[in-house]
C-alpha cells in the first residue's frame, strides 16, 4: 500500500492523512493477524495432546466394579462376622474380625481385548489372615492377573474375591515409580498415623532393606531434621485399621502406578536426589513406602525379580517381619493390631521357603477346563519348583 499510496500523495490526488491513517490501521489489523497466527500454531501443536486427554477423560472407570465389589464385601463381612459370633458368644469383635478368611470363589477373568481367551477360570482358594501366600506356577499360567485381582488393581469377569472390609489392601507393581516429592514425602505417601512416619522408623526401614546410597540417605536425614516430632498422644496414636474400630472402617484398594510427573513446580533441589538412584534402589524406596504404610494386605507383584537371590532374602525378611509382628518396627504390642498378609510371587525356591502357604496355579489346557488353584506341601515343593517358577 505504501509503494502505491505514497506516489498519489505527491501527486496530490490522495489527502496525506488519510494515507498516514489507513497505514495505521493495516498495522494495527497485521499484528492481530500476527497474534492469531501465534495462537494457531500454539493450538495445532497441543492438539494431539487434547485429543489424547479428551479421550482419558471419557474413559471408563472402574468406579462401578469398586463399588459393586466394596458392597459385597461390607455384606458377606457382616455375615461372617454374625456367624463367627453366635457359634463363639463370647469372642470378641476383634476375634471374629481376624477369624475371617481370605478367599477366592470361582473367579474367571478375560481381558476385553481377548475374549476368547480366558486367563483365569473358576479358581478358587481360602487362606487364614497373617500369613505369607506364595505364588507358583508355570509361565503364562496367570499369576501376575492373579495378583492383581487380589490387590483389587483389577475385576474378576466373573465369581468373588472376599477380603474383609476393615482391611486395607495395596498392591506394589513390578516397576518403581517416583512422585515428583522430596523423599521422605515419597516414603510417606499415605501414611498418616504419626507413629508410621517417625524419621527414625522410615530410616531404618530403608536400611533393613539394604539401602546404602548414602546421598540419597543424607538427602533424607536433611529432611528429616526439619519433622516436627510431635508427641504421639492416644488419640493420634490409635489406628484406623487396628483395635475394634477397624471394623467400621474404610478399604483402601491402593496401587502405587503414578508415573514420573515431572517438577510441578517443587524446584529441582527438591527431586535432585532422584538422579542419584539406581534401579534397584528405585524399587527398595517403593516397597519402603509400602512397609511404612504398613498395610493388612499387601500384593508384591514381581518385586523380588528385581533383586539377587540374596538381596531377595533379605527383602523376604523384612516382609516377614512386617507379617508375623504385624508390621515392622512397631510397638512390641502387636497382639493389638490386625494380622497381616502378604501375597506374592517367587522367583525362585529359595523365595518360597520364606512361605507360610504356597498355592500352585494350574491353568485348564482348554478354555472349557476349569483352571484350578491347590496347596502345595512344602515337601513337594523342590520336585516341581523348577518347572513352575523361572529366574
Not at 12 to 27: C, E, H, N
Not at 252 to 270: N, P, V
Not at 285 to 298: C, M
Amino acid at each position: 500500500y505504501m509503494v502505491i499510496g505514497a506516489p498519489k500523495v505527491f501527486s496530490g490526488s490522495l489527502d496525506l492523512g488519510v494515507f498516514l491513517a489507513t497505514i495505521k490501521v493495516v498495522s494495527e489489523i497485521s499484528d492481530n493477524f500476527i497474534s492469531l497466527y501465534s495462537l494457531l500454531n500454539q493450538f495445532s501443536v497441543a492438539a494431539d495432546s487434547m485429543v489424547e486427554v479428551a479421550v482419558l477423560l471419557n474413559m471408563k472407570t472402574c468406579m462401578s466394579d469398586m463399588k459393586a465389589m466394596n458392597r459385597a464385601r461390607r455384606k458377606a463381612t457382616a455375615k461372617h462376622v454374625q456367624e463367627h459370633m453366635q457359634k463363639s458368644p463370647g469372642a470378641s469383635s476383634a476375634d471374629s474380625y481376624d477369624s475371617l478368611p481370605l478367599r477366592m470363589v470361582n473367579v474367571s477373568f478375560t481381558y476385553p481385548s481377548l475374549p476368547d481367551r480366558p486367563i483365569l477360570q473358576n479358581c478358587s482358594f481360602s487362606v487364614s489372615q497373617g500369613q505369607m501366600v506364595a505364588i507358583v506356577g508355570p509361565h503364562s499360567s496367570g499369576r501376575a492377573t492373579l495378583l492383581r485381582i487380589i490387590g483389587h488393581a483389577l475385576f474378576p469377569t466373573e465369581g468373588e474375591i472376599f477380603i474383609p472390609t476393615h482391611l486395607r489392601i495395596l498392591h506394589v507393581p513390578q516397576e518403581p515409580y517416583l512422585l515428583s516429592l522430596s523423599a521422605y514425602e515419597n516414603l510417606t505417601l499415605g501414611a498418616t498415623n504419626k507413629k508410621y512416619t517417625k524419621p527414625e522408623r522410615v530410616h531404618s526401614i530403608l536400611k533393613q532393606l539394604g539401602m546404602d546410597n548414602e546421598d540419597f540417605l543424607k538427602q533424607l536425614d536433611e529432611e528429616c531434621s526439619n519433622f516436627n516430632d510431635e508427641e504421639v498422644t492416644e488419640e493420634t496414636s490409635s489406628d484406623d485399621d487396628d483395635g475394634d474400630g477397624a471394623a467400621c472402617g474404610f478399604t483402601y484398594g491402593l496401587e502405587y502406578d503414578t508415573d514420573d510427573i515431572g517438577d510441578l513446580g517443587q524446584g529441582e533441589s527438591k527431586v535432585a536426589w532422584r538422579a542419584t538412584l539406581s534401579h534397584t534402589q528405585r524399587v527398595s524406596i517403593n516397597l519402603a513406602r509400602a512397609l511404612i504404610y504398613n498395610p493388612e494386605v499387601i500384593v508384591l507383584h514381581r518385586v523380588l525379580s528385581h533383586y539377587s537371590s540374596e538381596q531377595s532374602k533379605k527383602i523376604l525378611g523384612v516382609i516377614k517381619k512386617h507379617v508375623h509382628e504385624r508390621g515392622v518396627l512397631l510397638p512390641s504390642d502387636f497382639y493389638r493390631r490386625r494380622p497381616r498378609s502378604c501375597f506374592y510371587i517367587p522367583e525362585d525356591l529359595d523365595d518360597a521357603e520364606f512361605a507360610d502357604i504356597v498355592l500352585e496355579l494350574c491353568p485348564s489346557q482348554d478354555r472349557h477346563s476349569s483352571s484350578t488353584i491347590r496347596q502345595v506341601d512344602k515337601s513337594e515343593l523342590a520336585q516341581h519348583f523348577e518347572l513352575s517358577v523361572n529366574r
